[in-house]
Each structure stands twice: as C-alpha cells, then as structure tokens.
C-alpha cells in the first residue's frame, strides 16, 4: 500500500512563499506521475499542478500559472513551491499518486493514492 504524506502547509500573508512536501512510501515512486488538487470551502476540488512519472512534462493551472511550481526529486518526494501567494489560494492542499501512464493527469479519478492534505492559508 501506498501512501502519502503531505507537509509544508501553514498560514502565511499575501505575496508570501510556502513549499509544499509529498513524501511516498512506495519503492517504485519514480513510475507515478503526481498531482497536487487543492479544495476550499464551497468549492469543487481543482488540480493545480501535476508532473508524468519522468518530470518532463508538468501542467499548472491558469489560476496559478507562473506562480506555484511542482518538481520530483529521485527519491521519493514531489515538491509544490507556492509564490506570490494570494487571499484566494486558501484551501486543503493534497497530493496524489498514479500507478501508471507517461503524461500527467488533471482529474481527480485518474489517481491511485491520495494523502490526507494540508491546510494553506493566505491573509490579506
């Protein structure tokens, strides 16, 4: 069994920074592709970064395009770097795993594994 655990999230102010951590426990990290899905309140959960299995290929969301940034080291951890962070960021960030597949993947019921979130929270 896989799992995931997330950690990094915290309270910050308007145009601050935060990185968020995903740590996996699995041996064969390096063949998931990864996402990073955020949900506030009200509000349908969205994907804002995803990266394929290699970390060639990465995806961000236009809300948060030149801004956050997802990375993978060869270990076993997919990185969210959050920059310029706004009001509007607040949500349960949560990282996710892909067992298989070459690209990433945007929607929620493309992956395997889920971690249990973070909280960010942005003051203005």
């Known amino acids: 069994q896989v799992q995931l655990v997330e950690s990094g999230g915290g309270l910050v102010q308007a145009g601050g920074s935060l990185r968020l951590s995903c740590a996996t426990s699995?041996?064969?990290?390096?063949?998931?592709?990864m996402g990073w899905f955020r949900q506030a309140p009200g509000r349908e959960r969205e994907c804002v970064a995803a990266?394929?299995?290699?970390?060639?290929?990465t995806y961000s969301a236009d809300s948060v395009k030149g801004r956050f940034t997802i990375s993978r080291d060869n270990a076993n951890t997919v990185y969210l770097q959050m920059n310029s962070l706004k009001p509007e960021d607040t949500a349960v960030y949560s990282c996710?795993?892909?067992?298989?597949?070459?690209?990433?993947?945007?929607?929620?019921?493309?992956?395997?594994?889920w971690g249990q979130g973070t909280q960010v929270t942005v003051s203005s």
């Open positions: 996710a795993a892909r067992r298989s597949g070459t690209y990433y993947y945007t929607t929620a019921n493309e992956y395997d594994y």
């Open positions: 699995g041996r064969t990290f390096g063949s998931y592709a």
């Open positions: 990266i394929s299995w290699s970390g060639h290929r």
